[in-house]
C-alpha cells in the first residue's frame, strides 16, 4: 500500500507553529457596528418615506442583538456597541423626521 502523503493527515510537530485566529479588537466590534448604522440608515434614506419606520425597526433589532452579544460573549464591547448604536441611531432619526430632509 501506499503512503498518503497528505498534510492534512499527518500530526502537528511540536516545532511548528500553529496559526491562531487573532480575536477581534472591542474598538473593531464598536467600529463595524456604527458601520452597519451607517449603511442601512442611508439605503432606508435613499429608498423613500418609509425608510423612517424600517429603520427604527431594523435599529431596534440591531441594539437587542448587540445586547444579546454582550450576554452571550460576556463582553463590555458589545454592550458598548448596543448603547453607541442606539444613542446614534435615535438621534438622527429623530433628525432626519423633524428636519425632513
Not at 432606508?44 to 450576554?71: R, S
Amino acid at each position: 500500500m501506499e503512503e498518503d502523503n497528505n498534510i492534512q493527515n499527518q500530526p502537528i510537530k511540536h516545532d511548528e507553529k500553529v496559526i491562531k485566529k487573532k480575536p477581534i479588537s472591542g474598538w473593531a466590534i464598536v467600529g463595524y457596528n456604527l458601520l452597519v448604522l451607517i449603511f442601512y440608515t442611508l439605503i432606508l434614506k435613499i429608498a423613500g418615506d418609509t425608510g423612517l419606520f424600517v429603520d427604527a425597526i431594523i435599529l431596534l433589532l440591531h441594539v437587542l442583538l448587540c445586547f444579546g452579544l454582550a450576554i452571550g460573549y460576556k463582553s463590555w464591547w458589545w454592550c458598548l456597541s448596543a448603547i453607541l448604536v442606539l444613542i446614534i441611531g435615535f438621534s438622527t432619526c429623530v433628525m432626519i423626521h423633524l428636519s425632513g430632509i
